[in-house]
Structure formats: structure tokens, C-alpha cells
């Protein structure tokens, strides 16, 4: 930090007449750190009385300061002698002549503030190969490079450099940790000979306040796999400074993260055309859209300006490879994770399709099976068959893949499939994985939620978990519509996991409606019990277990806890609704607080039978009669609570002076009333219950 003053006029080297009795011995300098409680003022350096040959009294000097952004307070005074002999501390700064006196009387501070901010770029000479383009130590170039970034947007009025110089726009970032996030990041250009420079031509990169500080250094290409430096490295202050980083040795890359091109000459895998990170069935498809294209294109593997058969075959050879980056994710701004070609309408770009599969829906039937559903959404209009591809020689399918636990769990059966697909391979490729492919495809996925196919394990282990998770890596659908691999690196969403235990052995879980006290009762058996202490009930209106929010008991429900002998609970649920379906699970709780799910049992109360019709009256209610008015008959309708079973009423029938004119006997909520012999006038009906009572007035005409 350079720090303006003027000289005291008892400095030695003040150029006007001085006070001889006095004399400045040095200068102090302190900053004020807001960062202690309260803050206060700490010692910053000294500075030696010295003539700067300058014949002025203004003078400069260079202090040490923490680099920051925000102004620091800064303060600085004289200090006078004689009082002691003795040198300085180790923070004096001595210009040109030393000082034999230390401190004494200290005059007034003068104060004032700045930011010592660090605008001294990184220098390094940093050096990367890329394969598609390397051959015999050097890279060729072919594609006109646009002046917009494809990994964050930013726009360049020129290129540093001539189009034929540049080999492509590079993005580099730099870690503290090889697992921790980017704390750094800038665009920059790769030239032929493997250089790095910054989008400004210099073999500097936009970073700051990195003095002596340690980096990884992370090199993404918008299609070659990303690399990350094995090492840290610093950076220089100055050109002179620079630090040389080269990635092309044997060792330099993070888990050897890169390919051997020629005989210890090392550089980024091609092939990730779609920028995922993964060289896969998805990058072969983007080929092939853009195959006999020319432009700056992802497919172009070799960056030569086209599209050919020379990217198919850099494509296959590294097949199945992935970055060796921790969490290596895509930049913001443009979708590297397609072909951006910047020669066509943006109308033409590839759309991104996305899906979602869930696990959803999962059942333990204690000490006998566990079961679960898989859902899938398709969340873009363009989809198809959701079966086979074809790509050269090799043949692609959709394939659902899981981790369990095949201590507890075994003998997988895939059942229950949807109209989407029509055939599957069930198999376990290894211990605690199942793989289910999706060999032949059915109609189109539709846009709403939909069942994809319900799996069932035996239970081999009942005091164990289920452990149910998404393989993330080998989990992928097809899209034939679009020629698609959907994988989690950007384009499928993976929901849903499990790890039920699995300690009770249910034998009954049944619901009934008691009209008597308006509500359900909720019975469960349970043939044995493992370290249970208790249980949960959770009911929704939808199946759907997440939507069910707080269970509905207000205490946990006590269990045996461990036993052999049969139990029976009972709860009972107070509903409004009895013509609408319920949905009810059974939470089990064990004692060190882990829960397995039992259902859902579907219930509805009014439909008594389970044929889809009312079977139960909510409310009595005197209905009224039709016709009315009547010649020679009217019926009269009621119904009264319960079941429609027993819908038997009397009716009693009144002339208008109150006397009992004849009563009737209803029978399933219809009373037929005889009016050919009553003569015209205004009558009244009443149904009387015990808790009910209504009149309803008829008139008879002649």
C-alpha cells in the first residue's frame, strides 16, 4: 500500500527552519481492525526519518496492508527523541538512512482510510493438451471461434489473436480442496503449442489476491473431460513471476485423469460432445443429428470444422469414460450441454428433453415381501418409444438400475407393467444391485405421472433394512423421438429411496365404518414384533404418502414391543367425507427410532359392499313427494342414516285440523300413499325418528 504524508517540521530532512531542541525520530503507522470485538487500533510498520532527494517535504512510502476490497482506517504519527537507545522491531521500514533513537513523546495522529486492493493479475505459464485436435505435439485448428463464450456468455469485441492461432475457448477454475467448490473461475484461450493464455492474449488469468496462496487448477473443455492438477500450484505477482504449470506429464492430471497421446505426452479425453461429463450413448446420438454438418459444433471432436466419421471413431475409443473431477459441474450461461453451432438461427439449436423416474409407493408385508412402484414423467412434448436404439454396432436400451440390500432382500419379480413398455430382463449384475432393462417399448410416455412397472422382493431377512436407492451412473432411459440417452448428467431426474425395517410381521391392517360413533375403526394384527415401540397412522385423501402430512394419532400408539404371541390394536379416525376414498398407512417405530411403512389401504365408508356405490346415508332427511299435487297416488321419499339397508320408516299422514288420517310403511326410503278416496283439500306427512323429526305439507285434488 503506498501511503501519501508530509514530513513533520521537526523531521531532520524538513526542508524549512526547524526547532533544534526536538527532533522526529520515525513515523508510526497503525490500522484500525473492525474484525476484533469492538475493533481497535493495531500496529501496522514504522518509517525512518530519510531524504528522498526530492527537495520537497511530500513524501511516499510503501506499507504492508491486508489485501481487501473494503477501505481499511489508517492513522499515522511522529515520535520524537531522546528517551532510549535502541534499534527498531522488526517492522520498521528504513528508506535510505538509519535512526539510533527509539520512541519518545508522540505527536497528534492523522487519520484517513483506503482499500489496499490487489489489481495485479495470476501469471503463470500454464500448458494442456486437448486429444481430438493433438497430433505429434502440437494441436491443429479448423473451426472460426466465435467471440461469445460458450461457458458463460461472455462477449469479446476481437480475438487476442489470430483465428488460426487460437485452438478454442477454454474454461479454468481453481480449488482450495480437490473436493471443494470453485473459488475461482475465468474464460481463457488455448493456442496451438498447448499455451494458456487469458482472453486478453497474456499469459495472465483475471485472478487476484492469490499471493503465495495454493491452488488446484480445473481445465474444462465444452467437449473434451474435464482435468483437475494433481498438485496445487501458486502463481506470480509479475510476468517475471510466473509460475510454470505444465498438465501434459504423466501424474500432473488427478487420478491420471487424461490420456496418454503420445509417448508421455498426456491430454483431455474427447468424445463428451454434450459436455455431461461422461462419454456415453448420448454423445454418439448428438453425432449422429449433426453428422456432415460444419460450423463450431460439439460433435466436431477434432475441432477441424466438421462433423465426420473421424469424430465417430475418437468417439468410440473412449466410450464409457467419465471426468476424474470431484463434483465437476457445467457453467452458467450458454448450454454447452449441446451442440451450440453459432453459424445457425438459435430456432434451430437442439431442445433439451428432460424426465423424472421416482420410486414411489413402497409396501412391506412384514416377514413375507416388500414392494415398490417406479413412476416416470416425460416433462417436454417431443417422446416417443421408450425401447431400443441402435447406434453403429452397438444396441442401447432404457434400463432402470437400484442398490438393496441382498441380505434381507432376494428373489426379484417386475410385474404390473404399464401400457409404456411391454417387455423387460430382470437380472443382478452384482451383489446388492438389480438392473431392470426396458428391452421393448410400448405407447408414449405420457406427460402426466405414470406407472412404470411394480418390483417385489421375497424377505429373507426380517430385523434388516431394505436399503433401496437409484444407481445413479447406469440408470437411463431412451427417447427414440429424439434419438436421446437421458442420464442423471443434466437430463433425467432420479427420486425417491427407502430403507424401511422390516421387524413386524403383519397379518391383518382393515378398516370399518361404525355409524354409531360416526367413525372409522382402524385394526391391525400383528403375528409377531421385533423391538417395536409403536405405531404411526397417516391418511390422505390421494395415494400418496407424502401428502399425508403429520400422522393422525396425537400420541405414538404403544406397542408390544418384542413378542411371538399375535397382537391386536385398534384406532379410530374421525372423517367428514364418508362417500370419499381414504388412503391409510401403517408407520412402524422402532425402539431406536427407525420406521418402516405398511400400506396404503384404501377405504371408503359409504361403499359398504366396495362396488362403487353409496352404501351408507351421512344424515335422516324427509325428502318430500311427487306428484304433488296428487289425484290418486304420490310417494314419499326419506332416507335415514345408516346403512341403505335398512331404510324402513313409518310415515304418518294429517288433514289440516290435525287429525291422523292413515300412516304408512316405508320401505327402502319409498312410502306409497293412496289418495283415490281422500277428498280434496291440504294434507300433512311427518317422519319421526329419534333424533329426527319433519313436516311436509301435500295437497289432493279431485
Known amino acids: 500500500m503506498l501511503v501519501d504524508y508530509t514530513l513533520s517540521i521537526d523531521d531532520p530532512f524538513y526542508t524549512a527552519v526547524k526547532d533544534t531542541a526536538y527532533g522526529v525520530s520515525y513515523y508510526v503507522v497503525e490500522i484500525f481492525m473492525p474484525s476484533v470485538s469492538g475493533g481497535q487500533w493495531d500496529f501496522l510498520a514504522d518509517i525512518a526519518c530519510y531524504d528522498n532527494g526530492t527537495g520537497t517535504n511530500a513524501y511516499t512510502a510503501i506499507l504492508p496492508a491486508p489485501a481487501s476490497d ?33 520512541a519518545g513523546a508522540q505527536s497528534a495522529w492523522q487519520t484517513g482510510s483506503a482499500a489496499p486492493k490487489d489489481n495485479l493479475p495470476a501469471y503463470a505459464n500454464m500448458k494442456v493438451f486437448l486429444e481430438g485436435p493433438y497430433y505429434n505435439g502440437a494441436m491443429s485448428d479448423g473451426a472460426v471461434k466465435p467471440l461469445v463464450s460458450p461457458y458463460d456468455g461472455e462477449t469479446i469485441t476481437a480475438l487476442p489473436l489470430p483465428n488460426n492461432q487460437i485452438v478454442d475457448w477454454i474454461y479454468v477454475e481453481l480449488r482450495l480442496a480437490t473436493t471443494g467448490e470453485t473459488v475461482k473461475q475465468a474464460n481463457a484461450f488455448l493456442l496451438k503449442n498447448g499455451t494458456i493464455v487469458d482472453v486478453n ?17 480445473v481445465i474444462q473443455h465444452r467437449n473434451h473431460l474435464a482435468i483437475m492438477s494433481s498438485a496445487t500450484h501458486t502463481f506470480g505477482d509479475f510476468a517475471s513471476q510466473a509460475t510454470t504449470i505444465d498438465l501434459t506429464s504423466s501424474g500432473s492430471a488427478y487420478n491420471n485423469g487424461f490420456k496418454e497421446v503420445s509417448t508421455g505426452v498426456y491430454a483431455m479425453y474427447d468424445g463428451d460432445a454434450n459436455h455431461s461429463g461422461l462419454v456415453n450413448v448420448n454423445d454418439a446420438f448428438d453425432l449422429i443429428n449433426h453428422f456432415g454438418m460444419s460450423g463450431y459444433l460439439g460433435s466436431d471432436l477434432n475441432l477441424s470444422g466438421y462433423v465426420n466419421v473421424n469424430d465417430a471413431y475418437a468417439l468410440i475409443g473412449n466410450f464409457g469414460v467419465g471426468t476424474s473431477v470431484p463434483g465437476s459441474t457445467l457453467k452458467n450461461g450458454l448450454d454447452v450441454g449441446q451442440n451450440v453451432d453459432f453459424n445457425v438461427p438459435s430456432s434451430t439449436e437442439t431442445k433439451v428433453l428432460e424426465c423424472t423416474l421416482e420410486i414411489k409407493n413402497v409396501i412391506v408385508v412384514a416377514g413375507v415381501s416388500y414392494s415398490f412402484d417406479i413412476y416416470i414423467t416425460r416433462n417436454t412434448e417431443d417422446w416417443s418409444n421408450i425401447g431400443h436404439l441402435t447406434f453403429i454396432t452397438e444396441t442401447y436400451y432404457s ?28 437380472t443382478t449384475p452384482s451383489d446388492n444391485e438389480l438392473s431392470i432393462t426396458l428391452i421393448d417399448g410400448g405407447t408414449t410416455v405420457p406427460m402426466t405421472e405414470t406407472k412404470l412397472l411394480t418390483v417385489t422382493f421375497d424377505i429373507t431377512d426380517p430385523t ?34 427407502d430403507d424401511s425395517t422390516l421387524p413386524v410381521e403383519l397379518s391383518s391392517f382393515a378398516a370399518l365404518y361404525s355409524a354409531l360413533d360416526e367413525n372409522i375403526k382402524l385394526k391391525w394384527d400383528t403375528a409377531t414384533e421385533n423391538d417395536v415401540n409403536g405405531f404411526n397412522i397417516y391418511r390422505s385423501e390421494v395415494n400418496d404418502l407424502t401428502r399425508a402430512g403429520r400422522h393422525i394419532n396425537y ?30 398407512w401403517l408407520e412402524v417405530v422402532d425402539f431406536g427410532g ?18 362403487s356405490t353409496p352404501d351408507l346415508i351421512a344424515s335422516t332427511q324427509l325428502l318430500g313427494n311427487f306428484p304433488n299435487p296428487a289425484i290418486n297416488s304420490t310417494q314419499i321419499k326419506y ?32 312410502a306409497t300413499l293412496d289418495t283415490s278416496d281422500m277428498g280434496h283439500g291440504i294434507y300433512f306427512y311427518r317422519l319421526q325418528t329419534n333424533d329426527y323429526s319433519d313436516i311436509k305439507k301435500l295437497i289432493v285434488v279431485k
Open 639 to 670: 332416507q335415514i342414516k345408516g346403512t341403505v339397508i335398512d331404510q324402513n320408516a313409518t310415515i304418518s299422514v294429517y288433514n289440516v285440523r290435525g287429525e291422523l288420517v292413515t300412516t304408512l310403511q316405508g320401505r327402502n326410503g319409498v
Open 594 to 611: 427407525t420406521s418402516s411403512f405398511h400400506g396404503p389401504y384404501a377405504y371408503t365408508p359409504g361403499d359398504i359392499d366396495g362396488d
Open 201 to 217: 492474449g497474456n499469459s495472465s488469468l483475471p485472478f487476484y489476491y492469490t499471493t503465495d496462496v495454493e491452488y488446484y487448477f
Open 464 to 497: 434388516a433394512t431394505s436399503m433401496l436407492s437409484w444407481n445413479t451412473e447406469d440408470t437411463g432411459i431412451i427417447n427414440e423421438a429424439q434419438l436421446q440417452y437421458y442420464t442423471t448428467g443434466g437430463t433425467l431426474s432420479l427420486l425417491g429411496s
Open 70 to 102: 473494503t477501505p481499511y482506517s489508517f492513522r499515522m504519527a511522529s515520535v520524537y527523541n531522546p528517551t532510549k537507545l535502541g534499534g527498531f522491531d522488526e517492522n520498521h521500514i528504513s528508506y535510505t538512512e538509519p535512526i539510533l533513537k527509539d
Open 399 to 426: 434400463d432402470l438400475v437400484l442398490s438393496y440390500n441382498a441380505a434381507a432382500l432376494s428373489n426379484p419379480v417386475v410385474g404390473g407393467l404399464s401400457p409404456v413398455i411391454t417387455n423387460t430382463l430382470v
Open 555 to 584: 400420541s405414538l400408539i404403544p406397542a408390544a414391543g418384542t413378542t411371538t404371541e399375535p397382537q391386536s390394536y385398534v384406532y379410530g379416525d374421525v372423517v367428514g367425507d364418508v362417500y370419499a376414498t381414504h388412503y391409510y
